[in-house]
């Protein structure tokens, strides 16, 4: 006997009769493979609903079909979602057909699903009281891992990044759990693959070289070698997934994937247990089934493997499937397919209820261009979607492929177009742009919101990159560092000084610096407390001064005697924060970030309730230094605003009319990525042409999102002029169909106003720079150094602020470690000369006189900075001595400073690391670490791409300069030469050394850089910065004279993942 649905519906406002109405009449609209789907109840079902064919429905339909039509109750049915949204959509529509009945179907996401068994059935799970694991925690866990691995293990680094695979093993440990992969399972997969490798063409030579004695049909073991040192990393990295997982355990703490493991490990273990959920239900539906990872599909076999013939309807579509492993999908899918094969009745929805013909006709011709479709793997199955839409339908409008000069025309000419719709009346929000990644929509986003034009975007944003809290933590860190240390947070307190909330003058704070520069001996922090000083610098506000001088030294007191919460709660709070914040026109944004970072505060220290000041400084740079986030949404809405939406995200929404902008391949066909281990595609399914099918999916799901107006539009060139290729989608388009490219041009106005927004540079306000008088009388006695000179021409902003106002900088851990590398090398050869036999002292004296050195700057490490740099020059020290110590010149003089030297009028000074003689002819040698390829880029003279040209090759002409001017002339410089004391990471991997031999051009051109650098220095030109993103000194001028905070600011995610 059926169901009465209704049964349980009393005294309520909609009767019986008005829900089996409603249902009856959703039932007579399906057009008939709709109907087919949802009237065939009994056996396996594989829907394939393309886009817009109203599957939206089609669930809910079905479910109240089997409750209508069989004796099945509404918890005897399981209907597993993709998403929560989905879960909320459905059971919202299925009210609509059957009442409060609806409550009661078992409607859940997997992870849901498999939560609400472990708190059913708690004796058997555990006490499960465990806390859901945090990035940060995840990343501490990984670094206790490659800290417990021997030296011989190939993931053990002992210099540079020693935390490298730190997030490659996340992710791998990541897709272990969603594929439900066992290290096994991976060894078995990296064998077989290995096995494999030399019947493949790609590693068999095609054809002989005599030359290198190979034959045709030779293998190219070379490939193969590189291969199995991946493979060997892949298998060692997954060897630790059992001991992470333990980790967690004890720990008490668990991740979302857990819950699906949790799950199948209890289904594997007790098959009594097992069969208790089975036989729960009868009826199993699943929603978007393209998209089930590993185990997710292993945890539906699970559940229906109980009935030969399974009462289960899953629906999706493979051209729809945009996420990693599509072979691994398809797989799944076809594994469905065969196990139910004789019984299986397979559905093609190809009514489309959204586009135009044109639009579907041109997005199926890209589609067919990919192998890896159901149509190629189940005999008979076609896919062509009719437009039924009658708005629509036969529509003669066609989809357009645009060609911009550049991007910056491309960004203009779209905002020119929507400005026009908008005037006309167009409504805002049946538009879409649509893009792969946000950053090329920020402009036009930014144009729009000048312009007044409504939009609607959401972004995820790191409110750790925001000035605000960067401001902020850079006060906590000046505290903490002051409490450790008196004065040596200098450099912190010149730019706090900055900071808009403390109501302080820039200009006075310049004054302040200044003063404080002029003698070494002074303390900023000691001047801010000297009244006479300070009333004789004539500043804007004495008062603001003092009060700012009193809430420093507060909150330095206050930091030993209060909580890190209740600090932070009187830095905003009398340090100006607050009121700054709701004085602002972004305040609502403003407090929504400044309270998402408290609750961090907060978080932290429900964790640790003794969090100190300097414990949650180091948990921020941790943070830092991997990359972990503290996303904050940030949604602009307007009701009738045009939509930004990535092309993955644009999934199950509609628009009459898209923009889907830069189309070209440097964006759409990039493949891999380099923070991932390599898998091998015994493993995935996957190979490079499946990660191009992937983004074909992805092109072709944005391109069906438009129901008439759809504008393919790519840059010819990127806005510095490089010409750029048009995606493989958008060439794959033109070549299956009459599609044709329109070049569209900008009228000679607006050219004209682009290339005036173009000369925009970022200027230091010039009522901000000290008055002419104070900058000339630093520069009464001045001498240029090539490190000044470096600095000029690198950016004139950053000069100003570190030489004429002589900003105090702090000494990181990287120069440090290059200052004790350079005390060892000038000790050893310094012990050489005094040892009067020419014998350099053994390679331990110079490894003790690097940690001699270290020690005495240790305060410029963190604990682990120092452990790691210490470690790296035990390492390479004994090694640079023993590749060397027999070739060395003996004839030496170390750290020479040459001064009083003048060219043209100009005053020059240099310290030369390391002069080296024969006879009257002398070679100048200058230590480098840091990364070798990096350093060689700088050894590059000018081009056109680099006209100023390297900063070490004009290290080496300007040394050369200065050794021609040199009076009385003791000596000729032949060469230069630059010695990097690390490791090269590529190639050989071993010490490189690269001598310079100066020309008169190299000369001459230099010369000439030292007249203008001269002239702009003297002539106070230092507005003007370079305006670079790794600025420091152009963002500190970014962060305290433009306020507004840009909605662009956000994380790149790579949304195609490759292997």
């Not at 169901?3 to 039932?27: N, R």
């Not at 180091?618 to 605003?641: A, S």
């Not at 230590?927 to 680099?946: F, H, I, W």
């Not at 100023?948 to 000596?971: A, C, N, S, T």
Request: aromatic residues 10%; charged residues 30%.
């Amino acid at each position: 006997m059926a169901l009465d649905l209704f049964s349980q519906v009393e005294e309520k406002a909609i009767t019986k009769e008005e829900y089996d109405s409603s249902f009856l009449e959703e039932l007579a609209k399906l057009n008939p493979a709709q109907k087919k789907a949802v009237e065939h109840i009994e056996g396996p079902v594989l829907v394939i609903a393309g886009p817009g064919t109203g599957k939206t429905h089609l669930l809910a339909a079905r479910i109240g079909n089997i409750l209508k039509n069989t004796d099945a109750l509404p918890y005897n049915i399981l209907c597993l979602t993709y998403t929560e949204a989905g879960t909320i959509a459905m059971r919202k529509q299925l009210q609509k057909f059957i009442g409060p009945a609806a409550y009661r179907v078992s409607i859940y996401t997997f992870h849901a699903f498999c939560n609400d068994i472990i708190q059913r059935n708690p004796a058997y799970f555990g006490n499960r009281e465990l806390e859901p694991i945090s990035e940060l925690e995840t990343v501490d866990l990984l670094m206790k891992l490659l800290d417990g691995l021997d030296a011989s293990n190939p993931l053990k680094r002992l210099s540079g990044q020693i935390y490298y695979d730190v997030p490659l093993m996340k992710d791998l440990f990541r897709k272990m759990k969603e594929e439900s992969w066992t290290p096994e399972y991976i060894g078995k997969c990296i064998d077989s693959y290995l096995e494999d490798l030399p019947l493949r063409d790609a590693f068999i030579y095609k054809k002989a070289n005599s030359k290198k004695d190979i034959q045709a049909g030779d293998v190219k073991q070379h490939l193969i070698d590189k291969e199995a040192d991946k493979m060997t990393k892949l298998r060692e990295a997954s060897q630790l997934f059992s001991k992470y997982r333990e980790l967690m355990k004890r720990n008490n703490r668990y991740d979302y994937n857990d819950m699906i493991l949790w799950v199948l490990e209890a289904f594997k273990k007790d098959e009594d247990f097992l069969r208790i959920q089975q036989e729960k239900y009868l009826y199993f539906l699943v929603d978007e089934y393209q998209d089930t990872n590993g185990a997710q599909n292993e945890l539906l076999n699970f559940l229906i493997n109980y009935w030969d013939k399974p009462n289960v309807f899953t629906v999706g579509d493979d051209d729809q499937s945009i996420f990693e492993f599509q072979g691994a999908r398809m797989r799944n899918i076809m594994d469905f397919y065969e196990a139910y094969r004789d019984d299986m009745k397979v559905i093609l929805m190809e009514d489309n209820y959204r586009s135009s013909q044109h639009i579907l006709d041109a997005s199926r011709m890209l589609i067919e261009n990919n192998n890896e479709r159901l149509v190629n793997r189940i005999e008979g199955l076609q896919k062509v979607l009719t437009a039924k839409n009658d708005e629509v339908a036969s529509s003669d409008i066609h989809p357009e492929i645009i060609s911009y000069y550049n991007i910056k025309h491309q960004e203009a000419s779209i905002v020119d177009e929507i400005e026009e719709l908008h005037k006309n009346g167009a409504v805002l929000n049946e538009i879409a742009v649509i893009f792969f990644r946000h950053r090329q929509a920020e402009e036009i986003i930014n144009t729009m919101e000048k312009k007044g034009i409504p939009y609607n975007v959401t972004r995820k944003i790191n409110i750790l990159e925001l000035p605000l809290i960067q401001n902020l933590i850079k006060i906590l860190d000046y505290i903490n560092l002051e409490t450790q240390r008196p004065h040596s947070a200098e450099h912190h307190l010149f730019e706090i000084m900055h900071f808009n909330f403390l109501g302080l003058s820039s200009r006075d704070a310049a004054k302040i610096m200044y003063y404080s520069g002029s003698d070494w001996k002074l303390k900023l922090r000691e001047v801010l407390t000297d009244k006479d000083a300070l009333e004789g610098l004539n500043l804007e506000s004495l008062k603001a001064v003092s009060e700012f001088e009193r809430e420093i030294n507060h909150w330095i007191q206050e930091s030993a005697n209060t909580t890190l919460q209740a600090l932070f709660e009187k830095i905003i709070n009398r340090g100006g924060v607050l009121k700054e914040i709701m004085n602002s026109p972004d305040k609502t944004w403003l407090m929504q970030v400044l309270i998402s970072f408290f609750d961090f505060i907060k978080e932290e220290s429900m964790k640790n309730a003794k969090l100190s000041l300097k414990v949650f400084l180091q948990t921020l740079e941790k943070m830092e230094l991997n990359k972990i986030p503290i996303n904050v949404n940030r949604t602009v809405f307007q009701e009738d605003g045009v939509n930004f939406v990535t092309a993955h995200s644009s999934k199950g929404l509609e628009f009459q009319r898209v923009f889907l902008i830069g189309c070209n391949a440097d964006v759409w066909d990039k493949k891999g990525r380099s923070y991932a281990y390599s898998l091998p595609d015994t493993l995935t399914q996957t190979n490079l042409e499946n990660m191009e099918e992937s983004a074909r999916r992805v092109f072709f799901v944005a391109m069906t999102r438009a129901k008439e107006h759809l504008h393919i539009s790519y840059a010819a060139r990127n806005n510095k002029g490089k010409d750029l290729e048009k995606s493989l989608y958008v060439a794959e388009l033109l070549e299956g169909s009459d599609l044709k490219i329109e070049e569209k041009h900008l009228s000679t106005e607006r050219i004209t106003e682009l290339s005036m927004e173009g000369l925009t540079e970022l200027i230091l306000p010039k009522a901000d720079l000290l008055d002419t008088d104070f900058i000339s009388a630093k520069l009464e006695n001045y001498s240029l150094s090539v490190t000044h000179l470096n600095k000029y021409l690198e950016c004139p902003v950053a000069y100003y602020y570190s030489v004429i106002l002589r900003v105090p900088a702090a000494k990181n851990d990287s120069m440090a470690f290059g200052s004790a590398v350079h005390w060892a090398l000038k000790s050893l050869f310094d012990k050489m000369q005094e040892s009067g036999k020419d014998k350099f002292p053994p390679k331990e004296e110079l490894v003790s006189d690097f940690m001699f050195d270290m020690r005495r700057n240790e305060a410029s490490f963190n604990e682990q900075q120092f452990k790691r740099r210490k470690e790296l020059g035990q390492e390479i020290l004994p090694a640079y001595y023993d590749k060397y110590v027999n070739t060395w010149n003996r004839v030496v003089v170390s750290e020479y400073n040459i001064t009083n030297v003048e060219m043209d009028g100009i005053p020059l000074n240099g310290k030369l690391d390391k002069m080296e003689f024969n006879n009257r002819e002398v070679n100048v040698v200058d230590y480098k670490t840091g990364k070798v390829e990096n350093g060689l880029k700088k050894l590059r003279p000018p081009s056109d791409k680099d006209p100023l040209g390297g900063d070490y090759w004009r290290q080496v002409v300007f040394y050369k300069i200065l050794m021609d001017e040199l009076r009385p002339k003791k000596w000729t410089m032949v060469s230069g030469e630059i010695d990097f004391i690390e490791r090269a990471t590529s190639k050989e991997k071993d010490f490189v050394k690269r001598e310079i031999v100066v020309e008169r051009g190299d000369i001459i051109i230099v010369k000439e850089q030292i007249r203008q650098t001269w002239d702009n220095i003297i002539g106070q030109k230092f507005e003007v910065g370079c305006n670079k993103e790794e600025c420091a000194w152009c963002n500190f001028v970014k962060n305290q004279y433009v306020s507004k905070e840009s909605l662009a600011v956000e994380t790149e995610e790579e949304d195609i993942i490759t292997t």
